[in-house]
């Protein structure tokens, strides 16, 4: 059993920076991939960004391409989300998930409890 934690949400004006954070325990998540994704009110729940196990490969939805970074550290067991320009359209609970690449969240086996981005205009 995998279980996430995130971290680093708040409420920030737009063309400012997050990072985001994403703590596992329990078994370790070295060997997993993993992946960012947010809900905004309203919506479906949409794929952000993706990162393989190694770190040597990553993925990034349109919308933030440019201006987000993913990345980890398994020596911590952690994953990180560097958002920067954000707009009031990345308003969202952001979570964290494990356990693939894909952009389909149904495709991953572990989630967060989500923390809230609010970005004011």
């Known amino acids: 059993q995998v279980e996430l934690v995130e971290s680093g949400g708040g409420l920030v004006q737009a063309g400012d920076s997050l990072r985001l954070s994403c703590a596992a325990s329990?078994?370790?998540?070295?060997?997993?991939?993993m992946g960012w994704f947010r809900q905004a009110p309203g919506k479906e729940r949409e794929f952000v960004a993706a990162?393989?196990?190694?770190?040597?490969?990553?993925n990034y939805a349109d919308s933030v391409k440019g201006r987000a970074t993913i990345s980890r550290d398994n020596a911590k067991n952690e994953m990180y989300l560097q958002m920067n320009s954000l707009k009031p359209e990345d308003t969202a609970v952001y979570y964290c998930?494990?356990?693939?690449?894909?952009?389909?969240?149904?495709?991953?086996?572990?989630w967060g409890q989500g923390t809230q981005v609010t970005v004011s205009s």
């Open positions: 990162i393989t196990w190694r770190s040597d490969s990553t």
């Open positions: 998930a494990a356990g693939s690449t894909s952009i389909v969240a149904k495709a991953y086996d572990y």
């Open positions: 329990g078994r370790t998540v070295r060997w997993v991939n």
